[in-house]
């Protein structure tokens, strides 16, 4: 077989199948690293979730990322799941329907679990293939451009057992498969306790909330109002007295273009932010056509209807330039020594004023509601001062969750480039 030296690098590489590899890597078939046939799982009904119970593992509970899902969580009878119980080291492959092609690897941490019918279970034989090398194989971009290419066509997307252990990979040696696996779980492990700090933040702001937005700081007098008791010298005001709601500028569809100026649509308004994945485009001249529409830092944006109602985004930086689009409507305040708007926002981003709005958001097959909606919302208001502080103290818990959100896109970027050199031997590991 014809080597290839990589003049940067000195490695000396081969032409395989999954393309260019280190001569001194193979190219292996999953059947043939795996100890036993591949099996289908359980087809029984899922029950409540019993901690005296097994866990049952179905396709909807695995992430993309191949961890299981606790807010789905559901139990197996111990009959039915004795021969589907996993062990160190198993792996599972979702064979149908949406998620055809997400993996997960079982560990002890998940506690006692079986799996569902429409999964696939293989046993690598550790000698040869590490089910951790396994399991970042399953998250690279060659694994994901072989689940495309497998796929069959048909109202449901399906990949079988045969057609799984036809499936090629990089086999290294297994000391490399090890360190390579060892190098990517320390970077998943930063990634999770930056999760975990971003959920702390989250449940710390929203304990602060509820404190700082119905009691103030250091009230000691309080009345009874309409929304309940507050401080003695708080208003309740309807949100029309102090704001307005201007919607977005009603863009054709054939105005779109390929790349460009985005366009803010009520899809790419998110809970707490704005996403511009698979957003539309405009021509870059219509920034100043259409200067009244366009989005500065600090915006608050509200989707008014379809299935992202009542989300409220607050735009940044990263957003800029953009447009908005109609049904997308932004908070403007009309006197702003009335209200701030810091203090706007994070009275606007609570569980309560969502749930507000969407009272009189109108029914039909998708719900939708009106800045009148919006405006005739009433809120408890503190003196300027106080908002100001309000805001300074929620605020800064946002800007730290923001600084750990990026920290966590920085890692997940390690990552991918890390597995792109890594699992292809672009980069060797020393061991």
Not at 246 to 271: D, H, M, T, W
Request: aromatic share 8%.
């Amino acid at each position: 077989m014809a080597q290839i030296r990589d003049l940067k690098t000195g490695i000396k590489y081969k032409n395989t199948p999954i393309g260019k590899i280190p001569v001194d890597w193979e190219v292996g078939r999953l059947g043939d690293l795996c100890i036993g046939e591949p099996e289908y799982g359980a087809n029984v009904p899922s029950m409540d979730k019993d901690n005296n119970l097994p866990r049952y593992v179905r396709i909807t509970d695995i992430t993309d990322n191949g961890k299981l899902l606790e807010s789905t969580s559901q139990s197996i009878n111990k009959e039915s799941a004795q021969p589907y119980i996993l062990g160190e080291g198993d792996f599972l492959f979702a064979r149908s329907g949406a998620t055809v092609g997400k993996s997960y690897l079982y560990s002890k941490k998940d506690g006692e679990c079986a799996f569902a019918g429409y999964l696939i279970r293989f046993k690598p034989n550790s000698t040869q293939l590490l089910p951790e090398f396994l399991f970042y194989f399953t998250h690279s971009d060659y694994y994901y451009n072989w689940v495309k290419s497998i796929l069959r066509a048909g109202a449901q997307p399906n990949i079988n057992a045969k057609e799984y252990s036809n499936m090629l990979l990089t086999k290294p040696p297994i000391g490399e498969q090890k360190k390579i696996a060892e190098i990517l779980t320390t970077v998943d492990e930063t990634i999770e306790k930056t999760d975990q700090i971003i959920e702390k933040n989250k449940e710390i702001k929203k304990g602060l909330m509820q404190e700082l937005l119905t009691r103030g700081l250091g009230h000691k007098k309080f009345k009874k109002s309409d929304i309940g008791e507050i401080p003695e010298n708080w208003e309740v005001v309807n949100l029309g007295k102090m704001i307005y709601l201007q919607g977005g500028f009603a863009f054709k569809s054939n105005e779109y273009k390929e790349k460009g100026l985005p366009l803010v649509r009520i899809s790419n308004v998110r809970s707490n932010g704005i996403t511009l994945n698979e957003c539309a485009y405009l021509p870059e001249s219509f920034a100043e056509e259409f200067r009244n529409y366009l989005l500065k830092t600090g915006d608050v944006l509200v989707a008014m209807s379809g299935a992202t109602t009542g989300k409220i985004g607050v735009v940044s930086n990263k957003d800029l330039p953009a447009l908005f689009n109609q049904r997308v409507g932004r908070f403007v305040i009309k006197d702003s020594n009335l209200i701030s708007k810091s203090f706007l926002t994070q009275v606007v981003l609570t569980k309560k004023f969502k749930e507000n709005l969407l009272t009189d958001a109108a029914g039909g097959a998708q719900p939708n509601v009106s800045g009148k909606n919006i405006e005739k919302i009433v809120i408890s208001l503190p003196p300027i001062l106080e908002q100001k502080q309000i805001a300074e103290v929620l605020s800064s818990i946002d800007e730290e969750t923001e600084k750990e959100g990026n920290n966590k896109e920085q890692l997940e970027l390690l990552k991918k480039g890390l597995m792109q050199v890594l699992l292809t031997g672009k980069i060797r590991v020393s061991v």
